[in-house]
């Protein structure tokens, strides 16, 4: 560990892990050059109390994404302007040759924190993306920093209010991922089968119901009606508590200016989950004139698995598992695709105007 003035601690660093990364690995007995992996540098924000959750998330992601980690926070209890860092570097042996990788953790003071940006361009590693996640208890100024400088930009919204996420993703051009969206994407696809062979019926949406679990973190609905809205050109007018307090009502107004109901439906706490899910979404379309109702709702006895139906104009019924797995594959599934995503970007400041009513 070292601390101190930000230019002695970073320049410290330096040299110990190039001393690393220069010696020969001899932990099977015969000295051995080292294989760095570097598929990329992530950089993980939280507050201290979720350095150690951190931690363990770099080592459960560098069994399939090795690089460089740093986790950075910030410290109120350290002189102003100091920074503390510490450094580890790991060696496995695929077959003959040593794979290493490294991590940093980084905590600055209060003053020191607006230097974050050159300290963390100064440590990663040239020549592979930069990704930042910030988690819920992320320092803003931490993260107002880091996210014009990175590659991708990764948060969870259930953890994480829509109005910071969509005040951040203003001040950055990368793209974004949300591990909420990563999660929800069975059921926008199934929502989206809907209209795949009646993208007419899409046109005359006139009342959306979505049912989620209750709880004190973000509403999972606002993410996914700020998907619907964007992609079919809605524009949010109302929102208000709905009759009892039971959930939440409010009004859109389509791209042909018709208007379309909302109603949010509070369920059940869900026991096995920290943040809220959605549990069903309910559709009130025409087609051709005849009323039709679209529905994708969990099953009682198997929260994992929806039962998709259309009623009305068209009939079908069809039983699909969800497909969610644990948080390291929703983190993987985060960064492994580097392409902007505009579709997730217009989402969110969609869901953020909502949200903001």
Not at 13 to 20: D, I, K, N, Q, Y
Not at 179 to 208: H, K, N, Q
Request: aromatic content about 6%.
């Amino acid at each position: 560990m070292s601390a101190g003035r930000i230019a002695e601690v970073i320049k410290r660093v330096e040299s110990e892990l190039a001393e690393f990364w220069s010696a020969p690995d001899e932990s099977q007995g015969e000295p051995a050059p080292k294989t760095r992996a570097s598929t990329m540098n992530f950089v993980a924000v939280g507050s201290r109390a979720e350095v150690e959750r951190l931690r363990e998330q770099a080592e459960e992601l560098a069994e399939t994404h090795a690089g460089r980690t740093l986790l950075v926070t910030l410290d109120d209890r350290l002189d102003p302007s100091s920074v503390q860092a510490e450094w580890s570097a790991t060696c496995r042996r695929a077959g003959e040759v040593p794979i290493c990788y490294d991590r940093v953790e980084l905590t600055f003071g209060v003053a020191a924190a607006e230097r974050v940006a050159s300290v963390v361009s100064a440590l990663t590693i040239s020549d592979v993306a930069v990704i930042v996640e910030l988690a819920p208890g992320a320092p803003n100024v931490i993260g107002d920093a880091l996210a014009p400088i990175c590659d991708r930009l990764v948060f969870d919204s259930a953890e994480t209010s829509l109005d910071r996420i969509a005040e951040v993703a203003r001040e950055t051009k990368a793209p974004l991922a949300d591990r909420a969206f990563v999660r929800t994407f069975s059921f926008r696809e199934l929502v989206a089968r809907f209209f795949d062979d009646v993208p007419e019926a899409c046109r005359a949406i006139r009342r959306v119901e979505i049912a989620r679990s209750a709880g004190p973190k973000p509403d999972p609905a606002a993410l996914f009606l700020g998907w619907m809205g964007s992609r079919l050109g809605w524009t949010f007018e109302s929102r208000g508590p709905a009759q009892g307090g039971a959930g939440a009502v409010g009004r859109a107004r389509g791209a042909d200016g018709a208007p379309i109901e909302i109603a949010l439906v509070d369920g059940p706490p869900a026991e096995d989950l920290s943040w809220r899910r959605i549990d069903g979404v309910r559709i009130a379309t025409s087609l051709r004139g005849e009323p039709l109702s679209l529905a994708c709702a969990r099953l009682d006895k198997a929260p994992g698995t929806a039962r998709w139906t259309m009623e009305g104009a068209r009939s079908a019924e069809h039983i699909h598992p969800l497909g969610y797995r644990d948080e390291t594959w929703v983190l993987t599934k985060t960064i492994d695709s580097l392409e902007g995503d505009r579709l997730l970007r217009d989402a969110v400041l969609a869901a953020a105007k909502w949200s903001a009513l």
